[in-house]
């Protein structure tokens, strides 16, 4: 009996901590709990998901994707390419909101991908709209120009007034920004103009970040 009762004191107290745990807040840092961002013309929170038994969605949850073509990427894409993380996406989304158009966050994926979920303050070009081979020239110069700020003079492009862009896709075993980034650095856009955020959706989802649909 004496067995039973300190069965189920140690049952209660076990509840009583998985409750306690799953109440307490998660923030982003130690410091920063949300970051508000524009999103298609309305206003997003991004925080993170405040379950603490919450999960990793499904579609990230496969360990074992073929390759190829899903296969793992390099930490250094080109030289010149910074691999930035989820602390430095949300700082490139605080200057955008706070009205710098020199940034410009872009969702590499094919739109099947992006209609399960984005990152809020994205916008989608998706890597057969570069790509030279699965593109025509007069769509990939309207990207450059009108969504990139390159300028065209006498034929050869001209990107010092271009703008710098932060390319994700689905994380690490995935090739649609990396091609992205590829098809820019051939075209001529500057090394230093780009970034790249290597954990892409998985990473973001891993950590609880709020995602939006298109």
């Known amino acids: 009996m004496k067995r039973i009762h300190q069965g189920i004191a140690l049952l ?3 509840l009583a901590i998985t409750a306690f745990a799953e109440d307490r807040p998660v923030g982003i840092t130690s410091t920063l709990m949300s970051v508000d961002v524009e999103h298609q013309g309305r206003e997003i929170r991004i925080e993170r998901n405040q379950d603490n038994a919450a999960t990793i969605h499904p579609d990230f949850a496969l360990t074992s994707r073929p390759c190829p073509p899903f296969c793992v990427q390099p930490m250094q894409l080109a030289p010149g390419v910074e691999t ?3 602390l430095e996406v949300l700082a490139v989304l605080e200057q955008i909101t706070a009205g710098d158009d020199s940034l410009v966050l ?5 739109p099947d991908w992006v209609a399960r979920g984005m990152i809020p303050g994205a916008i989608n ?3 057969t709209a570069l790509n030279p081979s699965r593109s025509d020239p007069l769509t990939i110069a309207d990207l450059l ?3 990139f700020g390159a300028m065209q003079t006498d034929g050869f492009w001209d990107f010092s007034q271009a703008k ?3 390319l994700y896709c689905n994380g690490m ?3 649609q920004s990396p091609t992205n980034i590829k098809t820019l650095l051939r075209l001529g856009y500057p090394a230093h ?3 790249w955020y290597r954990g892409g959706m998985q990473a973001w989802q891993t950590v609880g970040l709020t995602t939006t649909t298109p």
Do not use: A, F, N, Y
Request: glycine share 8%; aromatic share 8%; charged share 25%.
């Open 84 to 86: 930035i993380g989820e």
């Open 173 to 175: 075993w995935c090739g």
């Open 125 to 127: 070009v998706p890597w």
């Open 106 to 110: 872009i969702d590499s994926r094919t």
């Open 12 to 14: 209660t107290l076990s």
């Open 145 to 147: 120009e009108t969504q």
């Open 193 to 195: 103009k780009l970034k």
């Open 164 to 166: 710098t862009l932060v």
